[in-house]
């Protein structure tokens, strides 16, 4: 069941109304079988899976806060971080790092055909700062065991984020207060802005992104044109799920963090990476940046510990050299901005605005590697950025016509309005009814093209 088909708007609303008119006492027992029902919806055997989580995490947390021995608790702590990062290494490494190694072997590896679990980056990496938590003494263990698996198995933010804490999430669940006024008001002007967002930038940049990167010989200005693309539609494609996350949880009176804060806007990578998939950023920054010595035990632990941040972060995103190679690249950006002691400028200083080019130039560039098949693929479109460019071809080969192309440039140009409406900023009743319309036109003329592209983050 995913968020942009209509099954999702029918079952949200049935919670919603079925959380208001129930019990308060039961309000937890609701959402926990609702949240439930949406994972099957995706593959009801997996479901196992998250619960397996659910158990070994509730359960080593419970222990860790018994145990006054700290080797068992440290024993504990690592029991769950090994079934957590087992988990992920089975489901989602196993193939790639077989296959590594049968390289280095000089052999070759079949791949086995293994089912990922929807969401299983985002869940495992909530349990586990769970766990880290409860034995750093920043929380009490949980004892309910339904407010626990509710906590980590919540279905807005289940399958792609945003990445919650304990003591920011499990206190709103536990207390099941109904949504306000405001809170409907303010999920639904989110659900609006991020099914527009999806529906008509994403999903509307999509298919030219595809056609260059699946062409044999695309021109450099096609390859260029569709990386400014690929930046508008992942964007738009996780903002836009993050943002529908947040609304749907509005309307059941609970709130979750902001994932994005206009991340190309940013002057730096570092300050880009603040903006962007920011749960995500906090998750490394308290588990891997600051045990590692961050910023306070010299220059070269600081490298290390972003190179290790960044490094992570790419393999998180999936299980190629891609990835791997796009981390690295981001780390060793942010390391150079450590070394040369640069940062961020005001919006109005002329250097400013230089920074800014560089950095979106740079993350534009990136994407190339984020989004290429292989690093094959990655280093042919790069070279062909280099060639004798053919603007009229390049423009060709994106595949739009001229109504596509309008749609696309107008759709954009409401990004301003749409973070307007993310941060509940003041928006005009014209505003409102047009973002809707044109909502409402792309969902059904998805539908009727046989449904939309899916969240491109659903695969992490």
């Known amino acids: ?35 439930l029902f949406f994972y099957a919806c995706w593959s009801a055997p997996l479901t196992l899976v998250i619960l397996g989580v659910i158990a070994l995490t509730y359960a080593c947390g419970l222990l860790i806060g018994r145990c006054t021995d700290q080797k068992r608790r440290r024993l504990c702590r690592a029991v769950a971080a090994a079934g957590c990062i087992g988990l992920l290494v089975w489901f989602k490494y196993f193939n790639f790092l077989a296959g590594a190694l049968a390289s280095i072997a000089g052999g070759a590896w ?34 309910h065991f339904g407010h626990y698996a509710l906590y980590i198995a919540f279905f807005p933010q289940l399958v792609a984020g945003p990445i919650e804490r304990t003591n920011a999430l499990l206190p709103q669940l536990i ?30 940049a999509a298919p030219a992104v595809n056609r260059v990167f699946a062409s044999g010989m695309p021109d450099g200005s096609a390859v260029l044109l569709a990386l400014v693309l690929f930046s508008f539609q992942i964007y738009c494609d996780f903002a836009g799920y993050s943002e529908i996350a947040q609304g749907s949880a509005y309307l059941l009176g609970i709130r979750l963090r902001r994932n994005f804060d206009r991340p190309y806007l940013a002057r730096t990578v570092r300050g880009f990476w603040r903006r962007w998939h920011m749960s995500l950023t906090a998750w490394f920054t308290d588990y891997v940046y600051i045990p590692l010595g961050g910023n306070r035990r010299g220059t070269g632990r600081q ?10 972060s790419g393999l998180w995103h999936g299980a190629d050299w891609t990835f791997v190679l796009w981390g690295f690249l981001h780390g060793l950006l942010c390391v150079m901005e450590i070394m040369l002691r640069r940062r961020e400028r005001t919006a ?3 250097a400013g605005v ?6 979106a130039a740079l993350v534009l560039l990136s994407w190339l590697l984020f989004r290429a098949e292989s690093l094959g693929q990655a280093a042919f479109l790069f070279g062909r950025l280099f060639q004798p460019w053919r603007l009229r071809d390049g423009m060709a080969q994106l595949g739009y016509d001229w109504a596509e192309a309008a749609c696309l440039a107008a759709a954009l140009c409401q990004l301003p309005l749409l973070d307007r ?21 792309a969902w059904l003329l998805r ?14």
């Open 110 to 143: 079949e791949p086995l055909d293994i089912l990922l679990p929807v969401g299983c980056s985002f869940y495992t990496f909530q349990a586990m700062s769970y766990v880290f938590d409860v034995y750093r003494g920043r929380i009490e263990p949980v004892r």
């Open 354 to 359: 230089v920074q800014w080019l560089l950095t």
């Open 175 to 204: 207390s099941a207060a109904p949504a306000s006024r405001g809170d409907v008001r303010a999920g639904i002007r989110l659900l609006l802005s991020g099914y527009f967002r999806k529906l008509v930038i994403a999903d509307l």
């Open 348 to 350: 109005n200083d002329a």
């Open 303 to 312: 490298i290390i510990a972003v190179m290790a941040v960044f490094l992570l």
């Open 447 to 460: 539908a009727a093209a046989q449904g939309s592209s899916a969240f491109i983050y659903f695969q992490f």
């Open 421 to 441: 409406l993310s941060r509940n900023r003041p928006v005009g009743r014209m505003t409102l009814f047009y973002l809707t319309v044109c909502t409402l036109l």
């Open 1 to 35: 069941m995913s968020f942009d088909t209509p099954q999702y708007a029918l079952f949200l609303g049935l919670i919603a109304l079925l959380h208001r008119l129930c019990p308060r006492r039961w309000r937890w027992a609701l959402l926990l079988a609702g949240s």
